[in-house]
């Protein structure tokens, strides 16, 4: 097939990023968590984190560092191992917070969800971190992304270029879909406080099981 700007298959690319990315995630799960308790602005701010995590993530892709993390796997286990510690950490954490507000029994304030204790203060920062030792993320650029780029191709950086915004447009929509989902449900956690706690040790049970299953994860 003949390749257009040195991109090979792009409606197979396409295809295959939106069955990727519409795979629940630790990234999409922790948006959908924080617009679910603290609303859209919130959760548009977590979104940027993922959006930036994942650009960076393009760039080291296309700078051949997806091919160095095949070539050493030791590399990416390290990277593997932090990313579902990560998530641990935050899945305990929002466990906690759970615990605290149901042995306590205090009523939520009216501004804020009973889980935002839970919830924390800078979740651009956090989805940032989630999104960069995400292996999955990790393993799409490795595995998908770079299989797309003709190999000689003169100018590579615009065929990432290219892949890439094509990944964040997708990226974009379901987001959007998911914060303003979240939104709708913030309001159902103002009055319903113990829904809310469940919802938290729910969505917190989510993201150990997704620690365990990163922690499996390989390059194979």
């Not at 939106?18 to 959760?43: C, D, Q, T």
């Amino acid at each position: 097939m003949v390749a257009v700007l040195g991109i090979t298959n792009v409606w197979t690319y396409l295809i295959g990023t939106v069955a990727i990315i519409l795979l629940p995630g630790p990234n999409s799960m922790y948006v959908l968590s924080v617009a679910a308790r603290r609303g859209v602005r919130y959760g548009y701010a977590a979104a940027c984190g993922v959006f930036i995590g994942d650009a960076v993530l393009m760039t080291l892709s296309a700078a051949g560092v997806a091919s160095l993390l095949r070539a050493e796997p030791a590399l990416f286990t390290i990277v593997k191992y932090a990313g579902a510690g990560y998530l641990c950490w935050i899945g305990f954490g929002m466990l906690r917070g759970a615990w605290r507000r149901r042995r306590t029994q205090a009523p939520a304030p009216a501004a804020e969800p009973a889980t935002a204790a839970a919830v924390e203060r800078d979740p651009f920062r956090r989805a940032l971190v989630v999104s960069l030792l995400n292996p999955k993320a990790i393993l799409f650029f490795i595995s998908f992304f770079i299989q797309f780029v003709r190999p000689g191709y003169p100018h590579a950086w615009l065929s990432f270029l290219i892949l890439g915004t094509i990944a964040e447009l997708v990226s974009a929509a379901y987001l959007t879909t998911l914060i303003l989902t979240g939104n709708y449900l913030a309001a159902q956690f103002r009055r319903r406080r113990r829904l809310a706690a469940a919802l938290t040790t729910g969505v917190a049970a989510i993201f150990v099981g997704f620690a365990v299953k990163l922690a499996t994860a390989s390059l194979g």
